[in-house]
T-cell receptor
């Protein structure tokens, strides 16, 4: 049973537009949420995180939103750039990190 | 070298071979992890070492044997693997928060792509 789900395996967005990546979780004990970005032939790199006591965290073009009642997390990238094309993993933590299956984002010119 | 490094980057082995994967972190962290990433599956946590002691073993078959000789190095010894063990093996490390190992913001190596024939 997957505790962290990314139901969209892929997303295609035009450069300059907003990219919205979604993540759902089932375990109400999760208290920390993270997004990782992965390029081919590289390991995942930490992008942005949010604690369960917050509902929004912003870092430059990246904003993560947390809706605890819906057990839903989203990552907004605006404006999207071609260099953002990668696989994005959502992860949630109680005592260890649980990862989703990833969403492949493609930003086209 | 900076960050987390892994060697080899690619490995092809037969089912009767014995090989080892190596991970080294240059971040001064005190927790290290092995993950397995199979196609279309989430990253699966295999082992966690905190302060050189194994704190987690996620029901991993005994054909995978981890070793953490110090806080900077982590090995994964492989023997008599099966073709279904073919995957990307990722190493990660993390530091402390308030004196306690933080499992949250982990830094990953590039991975070893393992193929078992």
């Amino acid at each position: 049973d997957q505790q962290v789900k990314q139901n969209s395996p892929s997303l295609s967005v035009q450069e300059g537009r907003i990219s919205i990546l979604n993540c759902d979780y089932t375990n109400s004990m999760f208290d920390y949420f993270l997004w990782y970005k992965k390029y081919p032939a590289e390991g995942p790199t930490f992008l942005i995180s949010i604690s369960s006591i917050k509902d929004k965290n912003e870092d430059g073009r990246f904003t993560v939103f947390l809706n605890k009642s819906a057990k839903h997390l989203s990552l907004h990238i605006v404006p999207s750039q071609p260099g953002d094309s990668a696989v994005y993993f959502c992860a949630a933590s109680a005592d260890k990190l649980i990862f989703g299956t990833g969403t492949r984002l493609q930003v086209f010119p | 070298e900076t960050g987390v490094t892994q060697t080899p980057r690619h490995l092809v082995m037969g089912m009767t071979n014995k090989k080892s994967l190596k991970c080294e972190q240059h971040l001064g962290h005190n927790a290290m992890y092995w993950y397995k990433q199979s196609a279309k599956k989430p990253l699966e946590l295999m082992f966690v070492y905190s302060l050189e002691e194994r704190v987690e073993n996620n029901s991993v078959p005994s054909r995978f044997s981890p070793e953490c000789p110090n806080s900077s190095h982590l090995f994964l010894h492989l023997h008599t693997l099966q073709p279904e063990d073919s995957a990307l093996y990722l190493c990660a490390s993390s530091g402390t928060s308030g004196g306690v190992s933080s499992y949250n913001e982990q830094f990953f190596g590039p991975g070893t792509r393992l193929t078992v024939l």
